[in-house]
C-alpha cells in the first residue's frame, strides 16, 4: 500500500496561495522582466493617485452597470479608466499646449479632469450626463392626493463665469434646452378605481443664474436659482386628457470642489 508523506501536522499550502505565485511567473515568462516592471510602477502610480485625491476610480465598469438594456447591450464592452502614466505620456508625445482649454466629455467621476489639472491645463470641462428629478402631486377633489406625476429632465446646460475679486467670486449665468420624460406613478390605495395615467417625452429648457464663493483655493459654496420649462405633458383620465404646464422655480445651495487652480490665481 502506497501512503501519502506526512506533513508533521503542518498544513499543505492552499491551492489558491500557490496559484498566484504561478500566474506571475507565466506573466513574466510571456512577457519579460521589463515589460512587467512596467506594469508593476503603473498599478503602484495609480494606486498614488487615487489615495492622494481621496477617489476610487481604477475599477473596471463593466456594461451591466451602466444600465444598458436591449440590442446595445450586445454591442457594449467593458472599460476602464485610462491610467496616470498613460495619460501623462499621450500629453508628451502629442505636445499639448497646457495654455488651452481640456474638455472631457463623459467625465464621469473626473479622474481624466484631475489628471490634466496635474498635468498643468488651468482652464477644464468636464460634461457628463445627468438626470434631475421632480414629483408633482395629484389631487382630485373630494379624494385628495391620489398619486404623484414624476418628472425626469435631460438638459445639458452651458455655464458662463465671469470671476471677480481674483477669481474668489464668480457670479455665472446658466442655460440648456433638452426634454423631459413624465409619467403618473406611485398611485394611493384610495385612488385604484380612477382611470389615470400617462407617459410622454416633452421639451424642456433651463435658465437661471448662480454664484460661486471661494472659501479655499478649490472649494466653492455656491448659490443657483434656475427656472424649469416643462409644458405639453399629458396625464390621460377617463374623461378628457388634461395638458399640464409643469414649469418650475428651483433653487439650490452646494459646495463644489476644482482639481485645479481658480480662474485668477497664479
Known sequence: MIESPRT??????????????????????????????????????????DRRYGVHSDDWVAVA??????????????????????????????DIPRDGVFVDLGSGAGRALMMAARSGFRRLIGVEFA?????????????????????????????????????????????????????????????????????????AAVAGVGVEYFVASNIALGLETKYLYSRDHTLKTSGPDRDMNLDSMLTSIGLRIYFGKRAGES
Do not use: W
Open 8 to 49: 508533521g501536522g503542518a498544513a499543505l499550502p492552499s491551492r489558491r496561495l500557490t496559484t498566484v505565485p504561478r500566474r506571475s511567473f507565466d506573466f513574466v515568462r510571456a512577457h519579460g522582466v521589463r515589460t512587467t516592471l512596467r506594469k508593476i510602477r503603473a498599478h503602484l502610480d495609480n494606486a498614488r493617485f
Open 65 to 94: 452597470d451602466l444600465a444598458v438594456v436591449g440590442e446595445n447591450q450586445e454591442l457594449g464592452a467593458n472599460c476602464q479608466p485610462i491610467k496616470p502614466m498613460a495619460f501623462d505620456a499621450a500629453m508628451d508625445a502629442f
Open 131 to 203: 438626470i434631475d428629478g421632480y414629483d408633482f402631486e395629484v389631487r382630485v377633489p373630494e379624494l385628495g392626493s391620489v398619486g404623484e406625476y414624476a418628472i425626469y429632465t435631460y438638459v445639458p446646460q452651458l455655464r458662463l463665469r465671469y470671476p471677480v475679486l481674483d477669481g474668489r467670486l464668480a457670479p455665472y449665468f446658466v442655460t440648456g434646452v433638452g426634454m423631459s420624460f413624465g409619467e403618473f406613478k406611485d398611485r394611493k390605495p384610495h385612488g385604484q378605481d380612477l382611470d389615470l395615467g400617462g407617459e410622454d417625452f416633452a421639451l
